[in-house]
């Protein structure tokens, strides 16, 4: 079992920087796909990042390409989201969530596919 919890949201104006933190409990953390993903109210979840297990790949949304990087230290258990030129349409909560990777097949954007997930943090960008 994987216990995750999400850190460093919080309110900022247009144009703002926030880094997002996720530390997991498990001792193999290195063998899990991670990614962030994000909830508007009356929205669905929607996938924003992802790194494999082994770090040597990254996916992100469109919505976020060229202003988020996600990034990950194994020895801390840990997966960050560097939120650069926030926009108001990045206000919802967001979630980290974990996959186990060597045996990960689905595209990494797949909600259904990630077993475990924090209780969120939310992130409210003002204009």
């Known amino acids: 079992q994987v216990q995750l919890g999400e850190s460093g949201g919080g309110l900022v104006q247009a144009g703002g920087s926030l880094r997002l933190s996720c530390a997991a409990s498990?001792?193999?953390?290195?063998?899990?796909?991670m990614a962030w993903f994000r909830q508007a109210p009356g929205k669905d979840r929607e996938f924003v990042a992802g790194?494999?297990?082994?770090?040597?790949?990254?996916n992100y949304a469109d919505s976020v390409k060229g202003r988020f990087t996600i990034s990950r230290r194994n020895a801390e258990n840990t997966v960050y989201l560097q939120m650069n030129s926030l926009k108001p349409d990045d206000t919802a909560v967001y979630y980290c969530?974990?996959?186990?990777?060597?045996?990960?097949?689905?595209?990494?954007?797949?909600?259904?596919?990630?077993?475990?997930w924090g209780p969120g943090t939310q992130v409210t960008v003002s204009s």
């Open positions: 498990t001792r193999t953390f290195s063998n899990y796909d």
């Open positions: 969530a974990a996959r186990w990777g060597p045996f990960s097949s689905a595209p990494m954007r797949m909600v259904r596919d990630y077993a475990y």
């Open positions: 790194i494999n297990w082994t770090g040597g790949s990254t």
